[in-house]
């Protein structure tokens, strides 16, 4: 994945805290100018990585490179990276002017190029107006403005971003990301965002990085994480699914919930136990007897743009969104195309049993339990 | 009207034990021993203006020397975990558990010609040095006695201070001097300034420390102020004049220490 564009590279990064591994050898590199997303549950070494970056932790093994030099243990002051923290940690002493204006003075840029640098940012932000208002007595999506605009008037190579939709309201927060992919591209500076809100990673990023235990499970555009994911973990994390256990009896033919459906995969070897994940829009409904599963619906909830409801097949349950409401109790038939049956390799066992309910309902189909019976 | 009926036990309280003194005091200050008006005393106390000086002079050295010390420890203890926090100002606060003569009289014995440090230093081949009965020793008693009113406000407004500011500050391009210079020591100014008016406030008016560490070899206005009253140059109107005079500059110092603190910050002090 080097190559002459690379502007930020770790090495088998690994970091302890209180002999605890937070991040196992992580490996990635980041482009010039791409807007790259960590997304991952809380605990996954998502913040820690940004604060690698940013000189806040250092890493107890590995190396990490910025433009070609290794910058392990030089301090945050002395890097070309601005970051937006979490609760955005304006200084409370300054008011919005001074605030964007910190790093300038700190750094001795002449007094009128601040101030022109500064009454840029501001535009850009759209806190014209704002300069002599108290932090303070901002609003959220003021005050990650502010914050957004003191780390960016420093022309930083690469913005850090930790969280920082996390504490405004859902109408804000799309707002937001609208613009922040809007500045990104406007200035373009290399954005390391880090967020657990799989909507929010698609939304902005060029590239996704699907974190979970201080280790690294996928890289890739964010079609790519949603089409593709490699393993059950990371297609339940990006959007729902449903994630059955299946059998690969031959090359392009499953075995899952006592069907045999053709599928598009191949390669993964003669009765190979595996992970059949299914979107829950990718179903399609018919009447009652004419789709390949056919069941009672047995709960919908309207969420707006969609229904979702819970499908009770007989041995296992799916999870199907549709456009029309079906009535609880009322029975329909459900088929699936081979395009949009993914299989995936199965992870480790206790992997497995920390996936969502529905899948825990569905490990067994009939047949593998008739065999663990007579076991 | 509510408020008004249970502030009156409070306001009751200030009269008799606040207002009424005061009141008394000034018109001591304004008498002569027979009664009538008169501005002799304070005429008088302007004898006194060495005394008044060096007790100024010394309580502001006291107070510098608690700045010093207590800033980076309130510092340190502020960035550390909530539960060594609590240890540490438990530590802190221990010797305040001990009555303040009881203190003042164990540095007696440490520091007297054949107490306890020259003993030790003699055994290097050092000294014997002079250290009791010296101003550095009542600078000394002042700073152990009032030391912790520096720590504890220093310390309850740094551990405000987010350690996001801090890492901010030093992602914006700050060393930690610049941190200290452009962060730190404006968000915990209001400490600082509560802390010495902690410090000088005691310390410019004791008269324990200075008799007892200072051997009553030089006078503080404390001093002066216990003669008047118990002493053998019984004189109280005297006494209250140079009483006024402490206060007001006490007064003034505070308005000036005032003066640091952010317009919106002010607290609710006299001037």
Known sequence: MQNNNTLISLRNISVEFDGQK???????????????????????????????????????????FFDGKKINGLPPHKRQVNTVFQRYALFPHLNVYENV?????????????????????????NLRGFELRRVGNLSGGQQQRVAIARALVNHPRVLLLDEPLGALDLKLRKEMQIELKRIQKQLEITFLYVTHDQEEALTMSDRVVVMRDGEILQIGSPTDIYNEPVNAYVADFIGESNIIDGIMREDYFVEFAGKMLPCTDSGFGKNMPVDVVIRPEDWEISE??????????????????????????????????????????????????????HIMHKMGKDETLELGALAADSLLTDEEEAASEEE | MRSR?????????????????????????????????????????????????????LSMIATAICLVIAYPLAYVISRRSAGSQRTMIMLIMLPMWMNFLLRTYAWMTLLENNGLINKLLGFLGLGPFEMINTQGAVVL????????????????????IENSLVEAASDLGCSASDTMKHVLLPLSMPGVTTGIIMVFVPSVSTFVISRMLGGGSFMLIGDLIEMQFLGNAYNPNLGAAISMVLMFIILICMALTNLFKDPEEKEGLLL
């Not at chain 1, 196992?24 to 960590?38: A, G, H, N, P």
């Open chain 1, 22 to 64: 937070v991040l196992d050898r992580i490996s990635l590199d980041i482009s010039d100018k791409e807007f790259v997303t960590l997304l991952g549950p809380s605990g996954c070494g998502k913040t820690t990585t940004l604060r690698i970056i940013g000189g806040f932790v250092d890493p107890t093994e590995g190396d990490i």
């Open chain 1, 101 to 125: 204006e910190f790093g300038l003075k700190i750094n001795k840029i002449p007094e009128e190029e601040r101030r022109k640098r500064v009454k840029e940012m501001l535009a850009l932000v």
């Open chain 1, 288 to 341: 009652d007897g004419k789709g390949q599963f056919n069941g009672v619906v047995e709960s919908t909830i309207f969420k707006g743009v969609h229904f979702e409801n819970i499908v009770d097949a007989g041995n296992i349950k799916f999870m199907v969104h549709t456009t029309q409401e079906h009535q609880p109790g009322s029975r329909i038939g459900l088929s699936i195309i081979p395009d949009y049956i």
């Open chain 2, 5 to 57: 009926i249970t502030a009156a036990p409070y306001l009751l309280w200030a009269v008799l034990f606040i207002v009424i003194p005061l009141v008394l005091v000034a018109v001591f200050a304004f008498t002569n021993t027979g009664g009538g008006f008169t501005l002799e005393n304070f005429k008088n106390s302007a004898d006194y203006a060495p005394v008044i000086f060096n007790s100024i002079w």
């Open chain 2, 141 to 160: 008693g002042m700073v152990y006695n009032y030391l912790p009113f520096m720590i504890l406000p220093l310390y309850s407004v740094m551990v405000k």
